[in-house]
């Protein structure tokens, strides 16, 4: 094998090894971006499930002040 060939063959194989690289950042970054998204959507969701346990109880106690104001 020429030195001319060797060198190509190792060219060869450092391009796979840094496209190897890059697409197992690419994972990573991917990965990590769903995590975030997922655990921003559960967060949001937990805020609007008080908001929305805040606002029934709101409604409920008007309501009995609703009724004890006809009571009387």
Known sequence: MSTEDKARELMAKQRLHQ??????????TEQELHEHHA?????????LLAENRHH??????NMVSRAEQELV
């Open 39 to 47: 655990t921003d959507v559960e967060e949001k969701a937990r805020e």
């Open 56 to 61: 029934d109880h709101n409604l409920q106690d």
């Open 19 to 28: 496209q190897h690289n890059e697409e197992n950042l690419l994972s990573l």
